[in-house]
């Protein structure tokens, strides 16, 4: 009888062992010990002691490594804030660039404020599971993204606008490791920006002034991934500012993986890619996706940024993925888009080129004094008669 219970009882505890092993998930994770892992910080302290923790007077056309290490590691950890704030210095002329195992190019190149979540030259809380700007109104800007090298890392601020940065503070935290396994990949952003174009015949969203196209094969759809190598993509923080009042967001994503001519994954609206629904103008966030910043103006004119982060769902590819996305139904609608894309690869692979600070420049808002003269040539051309109403 007590070889028959210390048989249970050592069958038990191997099943108990195995099934601890199995168990993963971040809080269980917290559990494990590690070894050979040395914790490890940059920051902007004052090296003499002093309470001047920042770099200051950064110029126009300036460029600053901040953080520039060999050997192996993995940054967890990231914290900026800038002065002064955006209303004088726009964080989309400030650019982030990252450099994984000794390479010469960036994996990583966007300005600093969409690459955390700010659009245009605006602050706003927003907050996501990898990334946040939060209080105050988002001035810190927060990455928690895992980002390894094997080789070496280099991450360098270059100041693109027309005035000194004062004051540049910052954390990396990072983990100081003896090799990284074979399948780890490295983590890569990119912004793109684009004016899109509406049809020849206007913007004819809603078949409202004229027939929708078809559109199978994406050829003029806005492109925000477009990737040579072996990875998953994870994210997207997506930046669209509305020159008209009609809802810009029938557009869908079709996602081309290792070459297709045609997408394996396509969507069925803005919205919907974004995991919202009925063209919200309305605050919300939640760890993978949501709408930090909502246009208050007529319909859906002005600036929206909504985000989604494929945590527990990446999309997987062996040779290349194409991320693109229609600018209104069918790609009828000209918009004015900027996004970040994030992604990790097998190595460290250079980007597309980026975009101009010409390009990349905040479009104007539409507002009353507009409306109000287009609504002047709609009346001249019916006649102006003096009770015109507008719907005639």
């Known amino acids: 009888m007590k070889r028959i219970f210390l048989s249970i009882m050592i069958s038990t505890l191997a099943v108990f062992a195995l099934s601890a092993q199995d168990i993963s998930n971040d809080m269980f994770d917290l559990t494990k010990m590690r070894h050979n892992v040395k914790n490890k910080r ?14 200051a007077d950064i110029k126009p056309g300036e460029k600053v490594t901040i953080f520039d290490v060999k050997g192996a590691g993995v940054i967890n950890h990231i914290w900026f804030t800038i002065a002064p704030l955006p209303e004088l210095l726009s964080r989309n002329d400030i650019i982030l660039r990252m450099y994984w195992d000794g390479n010469e190019y960036p994996s990583v190149e966007s300005p600093i404020g969409p690459f955390f979540g700010q659009g245009w030259n605006e602050r706003y809380n927003f907050s996501s599971l990898p ?41 990396i935290d990072y983990l100081e490791v003896a090799k990284l396994s074979k399948d780890v990949g490295r983590f890569h952003a990119w912004y793109n920006h684009e004016l899109t174009e509406a049809y020849p015949e206007g913007e004819a969203e809603w078949g409202l002034i004229a027939p929708q196209h078809l559109n199978l094969d994406g050829k003029d759809n806005y492109v925000f991934a477009d990737i040579k190598g072996k990875g998953h993509f994870v994210g997207i923080n997506y930046y669209v500012h509305s020159p008209t009042a009609m809802w810009y967001g029938e557009g869908d994503d079709m996602f081309f993986i290792d070459g297709e001519s045609l997408p394996s994954l396509l969507g069925t609206g803005t919205e919907d890619f974004f995991n919202t629904s009925w063209s919200p103008k309305e605050v919300f966030q939640h760890p993978y996706y949501g709408y930090p910043r909502v246009n208050n103006d007529v319909g859906w004119l002005g600036r929206t940024h909504v985000y989604r982060f494929f945590i527990n ?57 507009e409306l109000h003269k287009w609504r002047h040539e709609w009346r001249k051309n019916n006649g102006n008669g003096p009770k015109l109403w507008g719907n005639e």
């Open 313 to 369: 769902d990446p999309i997987f590819f062996e040779t290349a993925l194409k991320g693109t996305i229609e600018h209104g139904g069918s790609n009828n609608m000209t918009l004015d888009i900027g996004t970040v894309a994030y992604w990790y690869q097998s190595e460290a692979a250079s980007l597309p080129p980026a975009p101009s600070k010409e390009l990349r420049k905040p479009k104007p808002m539409i507002g009353p004094v």
């Open 42 to 55: 940059i920051s902007s302290y004052d090296k003499t002691g002093g309470s001047g923790d920042r770099l």
């Open 131 to 171: 990334l946040t700007a939060g209080p105050a109104t988002g001035t810190g800007l927060v990455s928690y993204f895992s980002m390894p090298f094997a080789n070496g890392a280099r991450i360098e601020i270059e100041n693109q606008a027309d005035r000194d940065i004062s004051a540049f503070f910052f954390y």
